[in-house]
């Protein structure tokens, strides 16, 4: 038997633009256990509900993460109005599904730019960003902010998105689809990428289920799970999608998945400008929280859970937040184990970890 | 932008940031901000590193991985502090897992506001950074230590003020 | 075998414009909404502090006593939520960031008083003349602090003290004209007659002319009790007696002069 070796690997390392450290216990060059241990990050900020009340808790809960903080203000938002019992307009519904769409959208590209960055392909990430950035312009056009919005709001939107602007966004995306196709294509069809990620960290479908997984890694085992079709937030059910499987379970699949949705996030958006209606984008909030409510979101990363429950005051006396790379973490270990050393960032990677959304 | 010397290299950590700077400073580097044309370039090891970009409020886990690496990097070297979590805490202010700004735990030359900051305003804060990085370096040649000591002294006042506070 | 694909991708970037935005030398061009830095138009700022009770980051403190207005600059989050709830519109959005520094910027503004009598001075409190009062709650609708409490039922009129800013949001929008920002000892005067008038004020009805109404539906739009139907499809005009306060809001807003209350 070779002898064993721990090598520690983070919070500090050049390929995580996040700290997360893992005990890597190595028998030559092949991992035998990975040991996670998380909380460089953790802050705190659920327990913030005593000092924030629930309007407010909206700008906190939304950074949580930069990546996905459409959702996550979304989430605190919804979840609020759902313990109240507020009905928000129609139109603000559809803005919110084209703003979560497009944070999905930057957060893809974002993701496959790291992706390229982690086996070595400096300038594929560089052409990733570079894309990406078009997507942020129209984020900070109609938020005006780059990467946290603060447009969410306890019963609406803070502010409307007119209808010349939504149709602009519609055809700058479709400008900017053929430059994604070519990146794209580079991930699916170089052999120098497909080496680095083919039969790579495969998870079966069973592990995939038994382990939680959820998100791209679930899809990306051929699990059908998307918490845009239960329909329970957005208008997802009226834009008629399918979501993307793939059932190989290998970083290549997680990959594909990605690219996928994508392509599809830039669809649903057109789907949604050509239905909305018009009206009012926000509905007057005021009195106490009392009662709870129980959200399920899809965020770029996976399933999302947001709980808010109120005790007949301002302040909630509970907001819990689930987020997708805490579900993923045991699918992480599980996948390390037997894999080549110099495929660890990789396969950290392909799960698309936030470490900021995991520890709050 | 004359009176950089030689292209200064830049290390990242994030304290407890939520990304939002952290993909902002690494936004820097790609086609559309480019700070490689000023010969910046983003090191994953301190040892190599003169400036220290620090995202993210300080916390009781992570205090001892950013004192460690500012105690790596070689004289002289300046920390900039990215974002108003790194500033001061921020909207995490009062969470009880959190110290309060990078200047808690070691002294701070530049402060970046913006939540998140944006590209503009992190270059802004390096270029600043390198102005007294090179004020650093002159002083090095002369033999004069006082200016490294003096913004410890500083950050130890304010140190105790916050502490108080809280 | 298909390796260097991203050929095609390098080649067509050789020709094309680069994409940097060669910042600092071309400055950036903001969007309009993009969210910079918080302004204050310190003329009409009145010092009631519902910005730092609203603020998420504690970035904003008033001093009353002092007439100063602060924002820490390095703790400000720029949510824009003080924008929105300063009840004077002082506050607006900068699209300019805070530049950079080696210390943490704090922004003091010097606020003059005002010895203005309906809405001024720092020791006054807001008081309702309750024998006009009708309870109607549209005060409490705007105030921006939460700090009303009307029950109609009950007949219920109360002002929290500590929350009310003295911002004068009810004032402007009270449709009885019965709310005051005046000294303190006014109150205890009006206060034991409040329970007589809105009993005889029973026997009134709102009434609306047909032959003249057009549906046009301002007078429910504007109705604080929220007591108005109007459907102009079916043409339809309905008032929910128990709901109806008589305040007269809706009178004023008809363009057709077709409603009154008899």
């Known amino acids: 038997m070779a002898k064993r070796t721990v090598i520690p690997f983070g919070p500090q390392h050049p390929v995580l633009p996040e700290p997360v450290h893992l005990d890597l216990v190595v028998e030559d060059e092949t991992v035998v256990e990975a040991i996670p241990s998380i909380g460089f990050i953790h802050r705190g900020l659920e327990k913030l509900v005593e000092k924030r009340d629930y309007s407010q808790m909206v700008y906190v809960i939304e950074r949580i993460c930069g990546i996905c903080s459409f959702g996550h203000g979304w989430g605190a938002a919804a979840a609020v109005e759902g313990a109240m019992g507020v009905k928000i307009p129609e139109r603000a519904e559809y803005l919110r599904t084209i703003l979560h769409e497009l944070s999905r959208l930057h957060s893809h590209l974002l993701w496959l730019g790291l992706l390229a960055d982690a086996f070595g392909f400096e300038s594929l990430f560089n052409h990733c960003w570079r894309v990406r950035e078009t997507v942020l312009d129209i984020l900070e056009k109609t938020t005006g902010g780059r990467v946290i919005f603060s447009i969410c709001k306890v019963g609406g939107l803070n502010k409307d998105i007119d209808n010349e602007t939504l149709k602009e966004i519609v055809e700058t995306l479709e400008g900017i689809k053929e430059e994604i196709k070519e990146?794209?294509?580079?991930?699916?069809?170089?052999?120098?990428?497909?080496?680095?990620?083919?039969?790579?960290?495969?998870?079966?479908?069973?592990?995939?289920?038994?382990?939680?997984?959820?998100?791209?890694?679930?899809?990306?085992?051929?699990?059908?799970?998307?918490?845009?079709?239960?329909?329970?937030?957005?208008?997802?059910?009226?834009?008629?999608?399918?979501?993307?499987?793939?059932?190989?379970?290998?970083?290549?699949?997680?990959?594909?998945?990605?690219?996928?949705?994508?392509?599809?996030?830039?669809?649903l958006i057109a789907k949604a400008v050509a239905k909305i209606p018009e009206g009012p984008v926000s509905v007057p909030v005021k009195g106490n929280v009392e009662g709870e409510y129980m959200l399920r979101l899809e965020q770029p990363r996976g399933e999302a859970f947001y709980y808010a429950k109120g005790a007949n005051s301002k302040f909630l006396q509970r907001m819990r937040v689930r987020t997708p790379t805490n579900m993923n973490i045991p699918a992480l270990v599980k996948t390390l184990q037997g894999c080549d050393l110099a495929d660890v960032p990789i396969l950290i990677l392909t799960i698309d970890p936030c470490i900021s959304c995991t520890e709050r | 932008m004359s009176y950089i010397a030689k292209s200064p290299w830049v290390i990242h950590y994030d304290g407890s940031s939520c990304n939002g700077c952290d993909i902002e400073v690494l936004a820097c580097l790609t086609p559309m901000y480019d700070v490689e044309r000023f010969g910046i370039i983003n090191t994953?090891?301190?040892?190599?590193?003169?400036?220290?970009?620090?995202?993210?409020?300080?916390?009781?886990?992570?205090?001892?991985?950013?004192?460690?690496?500012?105690?790596?990097?070689?004289?002289?070297?300046?920390?900039?502090?990215?974002?108003?979590?790194?500033?001061?805490?921020?909207?995490?202010?009062?969470?009880?897992?959190?110290?309060?700004?990078?200047?808690?735990?070691?002294?701070?030359?530049?402060?970046?506001?913006?939540?998140?900051?944006?590209?503009?305003?992190?270059?802004?804060?390096?270029?600043?950074?390198?102005?007294?990085?090179?004020?650093k370096r002159d002083n090095m040649v002369k033999g004069i230590d006082a200016p490294a000591e003096e913004p410890e002294a500083a950050a130890e006042e304010e140190k105790t003020e916050e502490g108080g506070e809280n | 075998m298909k390796t260097f694909r991203i050929a095609k991708v390098l080649f067509k970037s050789l020709f094309k414009k680069p994409a940097t935005l060669m910042y600092p030398v071309v400055q950036r061009e903001w969007q309009e909404r993009t969210r910079g830095s918080i302004d204050l138009y310190s003329e009409a700022c009145i010092l009631c502090g519902i910005c730092a009770r609203r603020c998420p980051a504690d970035a904003i403190e008033v001093d009353r006593k002092a007439g100063t207005w602060t924002i820490h600059r390095m703790q400000c989050i720029q949510c824009g939520e003080c924008v929105a709830a300063c009840p004077k519109k002082c506050l607006g959005m900068n699209n300019q960031y805070t530049e950079p520094q080696a210390e943490k910027v704090v922004d003091?503004?010097?606020?003059?008083?005002?010895?203005?009598?309906?809405?001024?001075?720092?020791?006054?409190?807001?008081?309702?003349?309750?024998?006009?009062?009708?309870?109607?709650?549209?005060?409490?609708?705007?105030?921006?602090?939460?700090?009303?409490?009307?029950?109609?039922?009950?007949?219920?009129?109360?002002?929290d003290k500590e929350a009310c800013a003295k911002c004068g949001a009810c004032v402007d929008k009270c449709p009885k004209k019965c709310l005051s920002m005046g000294e303190a000892k006014a109150e205890a005067e009006a206060a034991p007659k409040a329970e007589e008038k809105p009993a005889a004020e029973g026997e009134e009805k709102l009434n609306c002319n047909l032959d003249e109404c057009i549906y046009c539906g301002l007078c429910a739009k504007n109705c604080p009790c929220d007591a108005l139907t109007v459907d102009r499809k079916e043409k339809v005009w309905e008032v929910d007696e128990e709901a109806c306060v008589k305040c007269g809001a809706c009178l004023e807003k008809c363009p057709k002069e077709c409603l009154a209350i008899s």
């Open chain 1, 183 to 267: 990146l794209t294509d580079v991930f699916i069809e170089d052999d120098s990428v497909k080496n680095r990620m083919v039969g790579v960290g495969v998870l079966s479908k069973e592990d995939a289920e038994e382990l939680c997984a959820v998100g791209p890694v679930a899809r990306g085992s051929g699990v059908v799970q998307d918490m845009r079709l239960t329909n329970n937030h957005g208008v997802y059910g009226e834009l008629d999608f399918e979501p993307v499987i793939e059932t190989a379970g290998d970083c290549y699949a997680r990959c594909k998945v990605r690219i996928g949705e994508v392509f599809q996030s830039i669809e």
């Open chain 2, 44 to 135: 994953g090891n301190p040892k190599h590193a003169d400036v220290f970009l620090v995202t993210g409020s300080v916390n009781e886990q992570n205090k001892e991985v950013v004192k460690q690496i500012y105690e790596q990097m070689p004289e002289p070297k300046v920390v900039v502090a990215v974002g108003i979590c790194a500033c001061s805490g921020g909207v995490f202010k009062q969470c009880y897992n959190i110290l309060g700004g990078v200047d808690t735990v070691i002294p701070v030359d530049v402060y970046v506001p913006g939540c998140a900051a944006r590209p503009e305003a992190i270059i802004d804060g390096v270029v600043k950074g390198l102005a007294v990085l090179q004020e």
């Open chain 3, 108 to 159: 003091t503004y010097e606020i003059e008083q005002k010895k203005d009598e309906t809405k001024g001075p720092a020791n006054a409190e807001l008081t309702c003349n309750k024998e006009e009062c009708v309870f109607c709650g549209l005060c409490a609708k705007v105030c921006p602090a939460d700090a009303l409490k009307v029950d109609r039922k009950e007949k219920i009129w109360e002002v």
